[in-house]
Nanobody
Framework: QLQLVESGGGLVQPGGSLRLSCAASGFTLDYYAIGWFRQAPGKEREGVSCISSRRSTNYADSVKGRFTISRDNAKNTVYLQINSLKPEDTAVYYC???WGLGMCVMREPYDYWGQGTQVTVSS
């Protein structure tokens, strides 16, 4: 069964950090771009970062300098390090996989999606 599973979310104070993980099972991520998306209550889902199969990266302007995406193909896992968290970063964070060797894009459609992990930034 092809599956993506996110983990690492939680409640954190403003200025804090989290590392989100996206682990794949049932397929190898080697030839997939991975995107991280988030959806805040009452808002549309938005792309925040992506990493191509060749490790080129993109970030939304709102997270540049604070978020870092990386991948460990040996562990079939992609990470999103999020620093200097702000209350407006509160959302459910999803990872998604899209087959291809080109540049990654932070917009749908993607082929496979995880179930999401909640990130709440509050004092």
């Amino acid at each position: 069964q092809l599956q993506l599973v996110e983990s690492g979310g939680g409640l954190v104070q403003p200025g804090g950090s989290l590392r989100l993980s996206c682990a794949a099972s049932g397929f190898t991520l080697d030839y997939y771009a991975i995107g991280w998306f988030r959806q805040a209550p009452g808002k549309e889902r938005e792309g925040v970062s992506c990493i191509s199969s060749r490790r080129s990266t993109n970030y939304a302007d709102s997270v540049k300098g604070r978020f870092t995406i990386s991948r460990d193909n040996a562990k079939n896992t992609v990470y999103l390090q999020i620093n200097s968290l702000k209350p407006e970063d509160t959302a459910v964070y999803y990872c998604a996989a899209r087959w291809g060797l080109g540049m990654c894009v932070m917009r749908e459609p993607y082929d496979y999606w995880g179930q999401g992990t909640q990130v709440t930034v509050s004092s």
